[in-house]
């Protein structure tokens, strides 16, 4: 069974950087061919995809957060991790990592239970 578990702060100062971690259990995020990924969800919008993460360790993300995103894997803690930085209070949202096959269209086939993060000083 593989589970997906989303940490990090709840509460983040605007222009501060946000950093979540995703563990992985139940699979290696090395394993072909798989992408594990960031989406997000904001108050009364809908789904976001921030980026993926190959398993091979290549990176894609959205191009309206490219300047502020980065996502990055640590293979010894079977980990990947989202930072996204200069946050505002837009930022906001329920931050979920997400597994999908490696290929276009990008759909989750396993989800973490999601974090709030609230961007607020």
């Known amino acids: 069974q593989v589970q997906l578990q989303e940490s990090g702060p709840g509460l983040v100062k605007p222009s501060q950087t946000l950093s979540l971690t995703c563990t992985v259990s139940g699979a290696s995020i090395t394993t072909a061919y798989y992408a594990w990924g960031w989406i997000r969800q904001s108050p009364g919008k809908g789904l976001e995809w921030m980026g993926v993460?190959?398993?091979?360790?290549?990176?894609y993300v959205s191009p309206s957060l490219k300047s502020r995103t980065s996502i990055s894997g640590n293979t010894s803690k079977n980990q990947f991790s989202l930072q996204l930085s200069s946050v505002t209070p837009d930022d906001t949202a329920v931050y979920y990592c997400?597994?999908?096959?490696?290929?276009?269209?990008?759909?989750?086939?396993?989800w973490g239970q999601g974090t709030q993060v609230t961007v607020s000083s």
């Open positions: 993460m190959t398993y091979a360790g290549n990176t």
């Open positions: 997400v597994r999908s096959l490696e290929r276009l269209p990008l759909i989750p086939n396993y």
